[in-house]
C-alpha cells in the first residue's frame, strides 16, 4: 500500500517536473522570424508622403537620456544569446526644424512609475525636467506605444492641460489598457483628442507615422527624414537590441506570453526591418532602449544628445 502511494507520488512528481520542462523549453524558443514579410508598409509611400507638402524638412533628431533598468536578462531579449544580463536605456527623442519648431517622439516615465515598474533603476530628474519642459515647448508630441516607459511622463504631467491639444495619441493607444497603466486615467483620456487614421499619416513635414500593432495594439513606428536627406526610424519596442533586427531574432515566446504580444505580426515587422538594411542603408532604425546603438549614431552625428 505504502510503497504505492510513493510510487504515485513518483509519478506525479516526474510528470510535474516534465511539464515545467516542457513550458521553459517552449517559452525560451522563439517565433521564427519568416522569410518574407507580410507587414504592410511601402517605404515608397512613407517616403512620398514625407515630402508631399514641400514645407521645409527638418534639420535634426536630438535624444534626452532619462533612466536605465539594468540586470534584464538578455535570453528575454534576444531568443538564444545566453545567460547575460543587459540595460534598458529610456530616452525621449526631439525632432528639430529650422524655425525652432520641434515634435517630440516618444516620452519617458516619471519617477514613481518607473521605480514602481524597475525598483531601484537610475533616473534623472534634472534630464526628466528639461523633457517636461521640452513637452510644453513642443509643436506636437506622439509615441511609438503605450507602454509607460514611452508616455507616463505625459499622463503625469503637471502641463497635461496647457500641452493636451498638442499630444497626439492615437485612438488605439488611448483605448489599450496599457495606456490605462501607464497613468491615462479615463479623466485624463478625456482631455486628449484620439488622432485617427489608417496605415500611414503625415504628422508633419517630414514625420511620418506608420501603423505597426503587435509589440501593443497602439504600436507605431515613426519614420523621419532631415533636409540634408539622412532617414531614421523610430521602431519603439518592435525591437529591444540592434540585434533583434541585425539578425533577425525575437524576442523568446515568454516574453510574448509575458507582454501579450502578437508574436506573428512582430516576426514580420522585424523582417522587414531586417530587409530595410540592405535595401535601404541610408534609413537608420533607432531602438530606442539599445544605448550602446544611441552612442553610436552619436558617434557618427546622426542624433544629437540633449533637448532644445
Ligand atoms: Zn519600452
Request: charged share 20%; proline share 5%; glycine share 8%.
Amino acid at each position: 500500500m505504502k510503497r504505492t502511494l510513493w510510487r504515485r507520488v513518483g509519478l506525479v512528481v516526474a510528470g510535474l517536473v516534465l511539464v515545467v520542462v516542457v513550458v521553459a523549453a517552449v517559452g525560451l524558443s522563439d517565433v521564427d522570424v519568416p522569410e518574407t514579410s507580410r507587414f504592410d508598409a511601402d517605404l515608397g509611400a512613407i517616403r512620398a508622403l514625407a515630402v508631399s507638402t514641400g514645407a521645409p524638412l527638418p534639420t535634426g533628431l536630438r535624444s534626452q537620456h532619462v533612466g536605465r533598468a539594468s540586470g534584464v536578462p538578455q535570453a528575454l531579449v534576444v531568443a538564444g544569446s545566453g545567460f547575460g544580463e543587459v540595460a534598458f536605456d529610456f530616452n525621449a527623442y526631439q525632432v528639430v526644424y529650422a524655425d525652432a519648431r520641434t515634435v517630440l517622439v516618444d516620452f519617458v516615465s516619471d519617477e514613481e512609475t518607473q521605480q514602481a515598474q524597475f525598483p531601484g533603476s537610475e533616473f534623472d530628474a534634472a534630464a526628466y525636467s528639461r523633457v517636461q519642459e521640452a513637452l510644453r515647448r513642443a509643436d506636437a508630441t506622439v509615441v511609438t506605444h503605450e507602454h509607460f516607459d514611452h508616455c507616463a511622463g505625459i499622463a503625469h504631467s503637471a502641463y497635461l492641460d496647457e500641452v493636451a491639444s498638442k499630444v497626439h495619441l492615437t485612438d488605439e493607444q488611448l483605448r489599450s489598457p496599457l495606456a490605462q497603466e501607464a497613468g491615462f486615467t479615463a479623466e485624463r483620456r478625456a482631455r486628449l483628442a484620439p488622432l485617427q487614421y489608417e496605415r500611414l499619416h503625415l504628422l508633419r513635414p517630414g514625420v511620418v507615422l506608420i501603423k505597426a500593432p503587435g509589440h501593443t495594439p497602439g504600436t507605431q513606428l515613426v519614420y523621419v527624414r532631415l533636409v540634408d536627406g539622412r532617414e531614421l526610424l523610430l521602431v519603439g519596442d518592435v525591437a529591444w537590441r540592434q540585434d533583434n533586427i541585425r539578425l533577425p531574432r525575437m524576442h523568446p515566446r515568454l516574453t510574448n506570453w509575458l507582454g501579450d504580444e502578437d508574436a506573428q505580426a512582430m516576426a514580420h515587422q522585424l523582417r522587414w526591418l531586417h530587409d530595410l538594411l540592405r535595401t535601404a542603408p541610408e534609413l537608420h532604425p533607432v531602438v530606442t532602449h539599445d544605448g550602446a546603438q544611441l552612442q553610436d549614431y552619436q558617434r557618427r552625428g546622426l542624433i544629437q544628445e540633449g533637448l532644445l
